[in-house]
């Protein structure tokens, strides 16, 4: 049985995976933590990955940018694969969210990503 927290998780992961921004931002309002990697319900492979991992290999860029915006993190990885929401764009064939998550990735761990010194 999962706990409410887990519920409101799973819900902005199913939010994230159908491009629904409306409910994503309501259940980011009502507490859904936006890291979360639920253990999900119902498919073995959405287990152990978060919002931003589902919208990615769902190919919804708006929701991947809206998640981004919001401060999910795009360097966690899921914990069935040890995959970063980019390797699971790339594995979708989705290659403008890769891209966009490899430059928030690099971002995210400081590196300098435009060449300059």
Partial sequence: MLTAQEVLDHALSMAAMRGSREAAQFLLTHGAA???QPPGFYWKRGRGCSALHKAANEGEIEMVD?????GADPTIRDLQWDNTPAG???YSNEPEIADILEVAEKRA?????DGSE
């Fill in 88 to 90: 699971w764009a790339r």
């Fill in 34 to 36: 936006i890291n979360a």
């Fill in 66 to 70: 809206f998640l981004l915006e919001s």
């Fill in 109 to 113: 761990a400081g590196n300098n990503i």
